[in-house]
């Protein structure tokens, strides 16, 4: 399998990011809290977000469930790399709101483009989706790396800038979505794109207003 993965260079967040921090620490309390239960393909299918069953509730507690330890940890590097900095940048309450807003514009694209499916929808990915697009608009020029694995092994490296490794993912995500058939289940890329196009929404305006000197 050959994949890449983003290096963030330098940009250390000024403030200590205490909500990204708790984001990852729950979602992993909640994954290894169910993962070790027999009952766990029930929970799935009873906290998991069903389009052709939509309630709110479902929407946030999906947010917390991943389908196996690889999921978890890919969302968690996604969310630990990009998020600290948004955190900083839009204060720990908006960066949360965002979280939480982006999470419901994934499931609420998932549920318009196959709202006949009893799939449940799980995992932070659609609400990092939006993490991710926060972060492009931010910091467009940021210096990154994108470093190329096979398998678990790294094979070199190339220098990006933000925009160009955040705005090729969602290219890729939405190729993948149009070209998918959604009810085969697997990966939801709609939610990823509906997550994304919801962090562009929220960057006007959830972003602090810079106080004008007197």
Request: overall charge positive.
């Amino acid at each position: 399998m050959f994949f890449f993965l983003p290096v963030q260079e330098g940009n250390p967040p000024k403030k200590f990011p205490l909500i990204n921090v708790l984001l990852i620490l729950l979602n992993c309390y909640v994954f290894f809290k169910t993962a070790t239960r027999r009952s766990f393909e029930r929970i799935i299918w009873h906290y998991g977000f069903i389009p052709a069953h939509p309630h709110l509730k479902d929407v946030f507690s999906s947010m917390f469930l991943h389908a196996g330890l690889l999921h978890l940890v890919g969302n968690m590097y996604f969310l630990y790399v990009f998020g600290d900095n948004v955190e900083d940048r839009m204060g720990r309450l908006n960066y949360l709101l965002a979280y939480f807003l982006s999470g419901l514009g994934a499931c609420y694209l998932q549920y318009i483009v196959d709202p006949a499916s009893t799939l449940p929808l799980v995992g932070a990915s659609g609400a990092i989706s939006g993490v991710c697009a926060l972060y492009m608009l931010m910091f467009p020029w940021q210096r990154m790396r994108l470093q190329f694995f096979f398998l678990i092994f790294p094979i070199f490296s190339i220098p990006a800038r933000a925009f160009f490794v955040v705005g090729i993912w969602f290219l890729e995500q939405y190729f993948m979505a149009a070209t998918s058939d959604p009810s085969l289940g697997g990966v939801a890329f709609w939610a990823h794109v509906g997550g994304f196009l919801t962090g562009i929404v929220l960057f006007p305006l959830l972003m602090p207003s810079k106080k004008i000197p007197a």
